[in-house]
């Protein structure tokens, strides 16, 4: 599991599976963190995540709330088209779940996925050149990184084929002039990428204004990446989700209702 779970945590506080539960405390988790990392926009943007048993349903933040008011309860769970599966009182944000719905469709890697407009990371990808290989964290993902030009707000059914196309095998999208999709096969994997991808863009966005990068040659990048892909197991990122989890707790454990 994700998370670790106090034992009154274990049984449902609202209509559903025991593997529904786990999902949504582990996705108000990643809510809280995120908000409390700063990484969020009022009520807008998303975390989603597949409800576990299912092809077709996931969870999404009640439109309206805060990051940091999201619940393992008040999660709302949507069918493949944006609409609301149960009498979860809160509204959808359709709009911004259309992007997050092609990629659930149609990439099986695409288990947990959030798109955020954090400062930073929309400054890179409003940059020519997108994320440059100039820092530690960047280096990660050269070459890993698709593109995606900006078309306006990503409301259009039709635009769904252009960002499968553009993020091809990837689990991030930058979307240019936007902000970045990251996506994860498990939702602590979801959590470490987007944390380094997150720090590669502050750190970009900080060298810039202290004059020209320093850009690392391919063949230190192949070596960064090699060792770093023997990280790459089915555990990444579990324990960093975790050690966040802990100290969400510390400054208000709601997220468990």
Not at 3 to 27: F, G, M, V
């Amino acid at each position: 599991m994700a998370t670790q779970l106090q034992s009154n945590d274990n049984a449902p506080k609202i209509d559903c599976s025991a593997e529904e539960w786990q999902a949504r405390l582990d996705l108000a988790a990643a809510y809280r963190i995120f908000a409390h990392l700063g990484w969020c926009e009022s009520i807008y943007n998303h975390i989603t995540l597949r409800v576990p048993g299912t092809d077709d349903h996931f969870l999404i933040n009640p439109y309206g709330l805060l990051w940091e008011e999201v619940t393992a309860s008040n999660l709302v769970k949507i069918d493949g088209d944006g609409n609301k599966v149960g009498d979860n009182p809160y509204p959808v944000n359709l709009a911004g779940f259309t992007q997050h719905s092609v990629f659930h469709k149609n990439l099986s890697h695409a288990h947990a996925i959030v798109h955020t407009h954090t400062p930073d990371t929309m400054a890179v990808c409003s940059t020519e050149g997108g994320l440059q290989a100039s820092n530690f964290y960047s280096c990660f993902f050269e070459g890993a990184i698709g593109y995606h030009d900006f078309e306006g707000i990503t409301v259009r059914a039709e635009e769904g084929v252009r960002l499968v196309q553009n993020v091809g095998n990837h689990q991030i999208l930058m979307l240019r002039n936007h902000g970045p999709v990251v996506m994860g096969r498990t939702i602590h994997e979801m959590f470490l990428l987007y944390y380094m991808l997150q720090r590669a863009c502050e750190v970009q966005v900080k060298t810039a204004s202290l004059g020209a990068p320093i850009v690392v040659p391919p063949e230190v990048i192949e070596t960064h990446q090699r060792d770093r892909d023997k990280q790459l197991t089915d555990t990444f990122g579990k324990l960093d989700f975790e050690a966040w989890t802990r100290k969400i707790d510390t400054i208000d454990p709601s997220w468990r209702n």
